[in-house]
């Protein structure tokens, strides 16, 4: 939420979501198979980045955080970043 002012907070699906103006940007879950906590990229088929994974998942891919390792800030900002211009240049 401190990257950009346009970026809410929302308890939806019974779980945070993170908003960029009125588009779902992201979610924190815990994979099932994997029991690691991962952030959902909501449209994650338009950000082309190897640590994403699609699965079976059309049009969302997910980043996950292996909890015996230091978070990936710089790769979260990255993502995140990159999904903000994508917005941005939708809503021009």
């Not at 346009?6 to 979501?17: A, D, L, S, V």
């Not at 994650?44 to 079976?56: A, H, I």
Request: hydrophobic share 40%; net charge positive; with cysteine.
């Amino acid at each position: 939420m401190s990257q950009d002012e346009r970026i809410t907070e929302k308890w939806q699906y019974g779980m945070p979501f993170y908003y960029f103006g009125n588009h779902r940007l992201c979610y924190l879950w815990v994979h099932k198979k994997y029991k690691m906590p991962y952030i959902g990229i909501v449209d994650g088929k338009l950000v082309n980045d190897p640590d994403l994974l699609s699965e079976k998942r059309s049009r969302m891919k997910i980043l996950l955080i292996d909890p015996t390792k230091k978070i990936p800030l710089k790769k979260i900002d990255a993502l995140l970043q990159k999904l903000m211009k994508i917005y941005a240049e939708q809503a021009l």
